[in-house]
């Protein structure tokens, strides 16, 4: 079992930062990939950005390019979002997920990758 626990959610205004954290812990696991992925009221969860952990290469959905950042610790499991510019549209529950089984076919941007989730966390971004 792999727990996330993530951090870093709250209110800000439009054209603010803030900076998501997400840690993977639970006995051995081997991480191939962990992502950001958000839901806002009413819409479908949609990938936000994602590690592959191998590579260490990162992808971000084209809505947050160049706003949004990706980064990892791969030595603690944690992947970490820096939002910046944020607009009222990027309102949304935040949730981070941890690809630990291996699997063929399947890209980042994929809910199917990802063996566990976390809890979520809210981002309001006022205008």
């Known amino acids: 079992q792999v727990q996330l626990v993530e951090s870093g959610g709250g209110l800000v205004q439009a054209g603010g930062s803030l900076r998501l954290s997400c840690t993977a812990t639970?006995?051995?696991?081997?991480?191939?990939?962990m992502a950001w992925f958000r839901q806002a009221p009413g819409k479908e969860r949609e990938y936000v950005a994602g590690?592959?952990?191998?590579?260490?290469?990162?992808y971000s959905a084209d809505s947050v390019k160049g706003r949004f950042t990706g980064s990892r610790d791969s030595t603690k499991n944690t992947i970490h979002l820096q939002m910046n510019n944020l607009k009222p549209e990027d309102t949304a529950v935040y949730y981070c997920?941890?690809?630990?089984?291996?699997?063929?076919?399947?890209?980042?941007?994929?809910?199917?990758?990802?063996?566990?989730w976390g809890q979520g966390t809210q981002v309001t971004v006022s205008s």
């Open positions: 997920a941890v690809q630990v089984v291996p699997a063929t076919g399947l890209s980042l941007m994929e809910i199917r990758l990802y063996d566990y």
């Open positions: 639970g006995r051995t696991f081997t991480t191939y990939a």
């Open positions: 590690i592959d952990w191998r590579s260490g290469l990162g």
